[in-house]
């Protein structure tokens, strides 16, 4: 018992260091030796629970895939206007993207890696599911197709995702970037929304 608690604590550091060091350099900037040295493990011991770089990129973009699931759920079953959870959605994504390096690992892995991707595919098709529904409920102007809405959301997202990478985090995380985006959303949906508040 001893033993498989001291292996899962081993596991759990090798996957919290290499999401940090994929975050931060990318699938082919990030090595086995830098992943080791950041986690505080040998390399043997890093072999015995993850044979190649790639089973391991596997391994955080399935973590970083869970949390985003996690939050599409809760903000789906909200009971606000179909067009505010979208908002919502925006912004509890770019909060984990802030908070969780596999997020943030997940979404910059997606970009470099070939293997199937648990970002956007993760989070799009709610989205889109969302604005359906704000376009039926007479949420969106005529002018703005739930399409031409799903595109903006995109790049917000990816644009808030671009913005964390190139910018190092402080002592207290990444600030203002919410804010900011909050911002942007107002805006947005002064433009978008048919009411006048939503």
């Known amino acids: 018992m001893v033993k498989q608690d001291r292996a899962l604590r081993t596991r759990t550091a090798i996957i919290r ?17 830098r992943i080791s040295k950041t986690a505080g493990v040998s390399m ?6 993850f044979v190649t770089k790639a089973e391991m990129a596997d391994a955080i973009q399935e973590e970083g895939g869970h949390l985003i699931r996690a939050v ?9 206007p179909p067009l ?21 690992a997940t979404a910059r892995l997606a970009r470099e890696r070939t293997a199937p991707s648990s970002w956007p595919s993760s989070w799009l098709p709610a989205v889109q599911n969302l ?3 704000a376009h039926t409920a007479d949420q ?3 002018s703005a197709p739930p399409g031409d809405v799903s595109s903006l959301v995109e790049y917000l997202i990816n644009g808030a995702e671009a913005h964390l990478h190139a910018r190092p985090a402080t002592e207290h995380g990444y ?19 048919a009411e006048q508040s939503v």
């Open 72 to 80: 599409v759920e809760q903000v789906i079953v909200r009971t606000a």
């Open 17 to 33: 260091a290499a999401a940090v060091e994929f975050g931060q350099s990318g699938y082919a900037g990030t090595s086995l030796a």
């Open 84 to 104: 505010t959870r979208v908002a919502d959605l925006t912004l509890d994504l770019v909060r984990l993207l802030e908070t969780e390096p596999s997020v943030r």
């Open 44 to 49: 043997g011991s890093l072999g015995f629970h």
């Open 140 to 142: 969106l102007r005529n």
């Open 131 to 133: 604005l359906d529904e």
């Open 175 to 193: 600030e203002g970037i919410v804010k900011q985006l909050e911002r942007v959303w107002n805006l947005a949906l002064a433009g978008v929304s």
